[in-house]
């Protein structure tokens, strides 16, 4: 869960280095793909017991939050193109 969290600013952070907004935005599809990894784990925390399931769930609100933002912000950036 760490590393798909950092994965997540991480790759947006990279993909902001992008000189175009086709490779910006392949960047934002990896963010989102490292997103929903981040969110079968968080499930799958709470099904074994790992994590508190009220802790989960602000998590996964959270998380909603930001792929929402990629999803908006990819979509915004494709409209351009």
Known sequence: MRRAGVSISSNIAEGCA???SKSFVNSLKVS???SFEFETQLIISERVGI???EIGKEMETD???IQRMIMGLKTSLEAKS
């Open 18 to 20: 992008k000189t175009s």
């Open 32 to 34: 989102l793909d490292e």
């Open 51 to 53: 994590l508190d399931p």
């Open 63 to 65: 998380l909603s939050e």
